[in-house]
């Protein structure tokens, strides 16, 4: 299959572009967790909260993104589990299921499984439309990982939004952008090849 003939067909995610196999598949999936797990040890500390800022997020829409719902939830699904069994490629080199952050892991999953429902229908081929998916992402990871952390620390649900969302609406919405940029750029110089 061409790559012409992939790009104009509807429903096609960027993985979609390499060849067909059941080899392939299990490479993205394993790539997609690991590069999950390398971003992840992007983090920096926030004062007075749990949670770090992390390139975890940024990895994990971006996995969805490009492999698609089925791969992208695979993906995430294989990063949770090696690090619940002790791989230690969660923020900052820690691993575990009994950490306050947990929930937010479970909200990638969920949320590279959305956003990778929404770029088969062309959420990642234009600016706009991918702010929207990545939006749309992170308030799921939101949605999870923050009454997660309220619950994990007994904290009240307006100190879980204080320490586990506030400070890092910034940081999201420079990788949204940095997202915006990459993905429709991806697509144009597909379609000029």
Do not use: C, E, H, N
């Not at 698609?68 to 619940?84: D, E, I």
């Amino acid at each position: 299959m061409s790559t012409a003939s992939v790009t104009s067909r509807p429903g096609a995610v960027l993985a979609d572009l390499l060849p067909a196999s059941r080899t392939k598949d299990i490479a993205l999936v394993v790539g997609g967790a690991a590069l999950t797990g390398i971003a992840a040890q992007i983090a920096v500390p926030v004062p007075g909260s749990p949670v770090p800022v992390s390139g975890q997020t940024f990895a994990a829409l971006l996995v969805g993104t490009a492999l698609g719902a089925r791969r992208g939830f695979l993906s995430l699904g294989l990063y949770a589990v090696a690090g619940m069994a002790g791989v230690p490629w969660f923020a900052q080199a820690t691993s575990g299921y009994a950490m306050p952050s947990f929930g937010y892991i479970l909200g990638m999953m969920l949320a590279a499984t959305v956003v990778g429902a929404l770029a088969r229908r062309g959420a990642d081929r234009s600016v706009l439309r991918t702010a929207g998916a990545m939006a749309a992402g992170s308030v799921i990871i939101y949605a999870v990982g923050v009454p997660y952390l309220a619950l994990a620390t007994g904290m009240t649900l307006s100190q879980a939004v204080a320490a586990g969302l506030t400070p890092f609406l910034i940081g999201d919405a420079l990788k949204a952008a940095l997202a915006m940029g990459a993905l429709p750029a991806a697509w144009k110089l597909i379609d000029r090849g």
